[in-house]
């Protein structure tokens, strides 16, 4: 079985990294990253990829802190704190990553 709160940790490396391609890697080719039960925000693998790569150009010191993270079956849910840059008030988010196998096929965000 998958180990699934350390691929979404892993993501969250990636995404820190601003290493695109790395992220987009652990997930499925139809993957999203939505608003909780709402609008998709980034559409499968490349529009995932193409999204965070124009955040990363904009926001160069974005970064994610993971404050607690669980795991649920196909499920993991992670507590994290954002920050655009050094200037910017940083953020709350949870994240609710839905696994197939050990892809992640949907990221979805509340804010």
Same mark, same amino acid.
């Given at each position: 079985?998958?180990?699934? $709160? @350390?691929?979404?940790? %892993? ?5 820190? &990294?601003?290493?695109?391609? #790395? /992220? ?27 999204? $965070? @790569?124009?955040?990363? %150009? ?5 970064? &994610?802190?993971?404050?607690? #993270? /669980? ?41």
């Amino acid at each position: 079985m998958a180990d699934r $709160l @350390a691929i979404a940790e %892993e993501m969250i490396a990636r995404y820190n &990294a601003q290493d695109a391609d #790395g /992220y987009v890697a652990l997930m499925t080719d139809d993957a999203c990253e939505a608003s909780y039960r709402g609008a998709v925000l980034r559409d499968g693998r490349e529009g995932v990829r193409s999204g $965070l @790569a124009a955040m990363f %150009e904009q926001f160069p010191q974005n970064r &994610a802190d993971i404050v607690k #993270g /669980y795991e649920l079956g196909e499920y993991v849910v992670l507590h994290e704190t954002v920050s655009r840059s050094a200037d910017a008030e940083p953020f709350e988010v949870m994240s609710i990553y839905s696994f197939e196998g050990d892809k992640c096929s949907r990221v979805e965000f509340v804010r």
